[in-house]
């Protein structure tokens, strides 16, 4: 499944372009991801992902020893934290510019490489006459 939902529909890009749709998203897009609560238990938006997915799984692959390291830390103390049903103290609560896409740069390569594959793979071979 493709990052952009369920179907597939992303307007990330547009909402970006246009300066007064974003102005109006963006206020509302911090307070939801606010809302959701992962920040309080020290994860990442990537840390989120379902990692059954194929793709998923291959990018997981290509992560440094470090961000790999951070990723099971970061689940650790939020299974923890989740058990002894608490968050984090707010110093430890991840800021808004902490919470960068590790994870999302590596899965669009991930995937564009498949599509590579596929095209490659359907490709028809005509000789000329």
Aim: one cysteine or more.
């Amino acid at each position: 499944m493709p990052l952009g939902g369920p179907l597939g529909i992303s307007f990330g890009k547009q909402i970006i372009a246009n300066r007064t749709l974003y102005r109006w998203v963006k206020p509302v897009a911090a307070w939801y991801a606010d809302l959701c609560g992962y920040r309080k238990m020290g994860l990442r938006y990537d840390d989120l992902l379902i990692e059954e997915n194929p793709t998923v799984e291959k990018a997981l692959t290509r992560l440094n020893a470090k961000e790999s390291y951070d990723r099971v830390w970061r689940h650790r103390v939020a299974m923890h934290q989740s058990v002894l049903h608490k968050d984090l103290p707010k110093a430890q609560w991840l800021k808004p510019q902490d919470d960068v896409r590790y994870l999302t740069p590596l899965i669009e390569e991930v995937e564009a490489e498949a599509r590579e594959r596929r095209e490659l793979d359907t490709l028809e071979v005509t000789r000329k006459k």
